[in-house]
């Protein structure tokens, strides 16, 4: 059973950072890229960063670059996502989804955990 489970949301003020996991099971994470996508409440989901198998090639949203840093440790099938420097317009779900491979549809999502910046 494919499962991809998402942690380290919640509550910070502008200018805070959140480190957000995702840990998976259930397939060869290692042969999979793994992407993080946001969905805030009245807008549709969108791609916010992604890293290749064995994180050698990363690729970010405009809104995440020189803020955002994906990394990923294979030994514990993880997906991190730092933010840093948050706004309150980055409020919104957070998913991990893992895909066959860079700028694929992913195949698998995780539930998602709730970042919400406000003072």
């Known amino acids: 059973q494919v499962q991809l489970v998402e942690s380290g949301g919640g509550l910070v003020q502008p200018g805070g950072s959140l480190r957000l996991s995702c840990t998976a099971s259930?397939?060869?994470?290692?042969?999979?890229?793994l992407n993080w996508y946001r969905q805030a409440p009245g807008k549709e989901r969108e791609f916010v960063a992604v890293i290749s198998f064995y994180g050698g090639r990363t690729i970010y949203a405009e809104s995440a670059k020189d803020r955002f840093t994906i990394a990923r440790d294979n030994a514990k099938n993880t997906v991190y996502l730092q933010m840093n420097s948050l706004k309150p317009e980055d409020t919104a779900v957070y998913y991990c989804?893992?895909?066959?491979?860079?700028?694929?549809?992913?195949?698998?999502w995780g539930q998602g955990t709730q970042v919400t910046v406000s003072s």
């Open positions: 989804a893992a895909a066959r491979d860079l700028n694929y549809v992913p195949k698998y």
């Open positions: 259930g397939f060869t994470f290692s042969s999979y890229a």
